[in-house]
């Protein structure tokens, strides 16, 4: 029983780290650090990640905690397929906000795209959600899975090696999300591919 709580408690630790809204800021980090995107000075930088983590983490964290504490429910209860479309709202909205600020303020194509592809992993994994339930955790992971497949296509570099960390991440969530019983197996698995195809399609052709 012991180890039980411990393998739950675990599970819990990892699904909050490794939280979906995380995708564009490391999107931008992995742009800042890799592509041509580094020579810009650090200030610039730092402004540009805080507002990637203003829009993209605090605004829809903050809103779906509200919504959350407003409806009285715990964390497993919001995940109930039904209860899930106000929050894909909320961070569909909040995405669509940063977007709207980055192209309003004239960001290079790549980081706007980053966002682009980001918020379309949102749409389509709302979209499914109105009648089946998808793991949004797998499909952010398949979404840096898709955004690094379409870099290493622009950029020109060997992706081999990051691919294989995502899908020890990708597998490390997805197993989590199954001992929390918030997902089956092929929630899991379709999450990670339509997240994977719609951030390299978003970024590729958009």
Do not use: D
Request: glycine share 6%.
């Amino acid at each position: 029983m012991k180890r039980q709580k411990q393998i739950i408690l675990a599970a819990r630790i990892i699904s909050m780290v490794f939280t979906p809204f995380y995708l564009p800021l490391v999107g931008l980090i992995a742009l800042f650090t890799f592509s041509y995107l580094s020579i810009f000075p650090w200030s610039y930088k730092i402004q540009v990640l805080i507002l990637c983590y203003l829009f993209t983490i605090l605004l829809p964290t903050v809103l779906i905690h509200l919504y959350r504490r407003y409806q009285g429910w715990s964390l497993i209860e919001l995940g109930h397929r039904e209860r899930r479309m106000v929050p894909y709202i909320l961070s569909i909205v909040s995405y669509f906000t940063c977007v709207y600020v980055m192209e309003r303020l004239h960001m290079p194509h790549f980081m706007g795209s980053i966002m682009v592809a980001a918020l379309a992993v949102q749409i389509i994994c709302a979209i499914i959600n109105i009648w089946w339930k998808i793991s949004i955790h797998t499909a952010a992971i398949g979404g840096v899975g898709g955004a690094l497949f379409a870099f290493s296509f622009y950029l020109g570099f060997n992706p081999v090696w990051w691919f294989c960390l995502i899908f020890l991440i990708a597998g490390l969530m997805g197993t989590c999300r199954m001992i929390l019983r918030q997902h089956t197996l092929p929630q899991v698995v379709v999450g990670f591919w339509v997240g994977f195809i719609s951030a390299a399609l978003a970024i590729l052709f958009l």
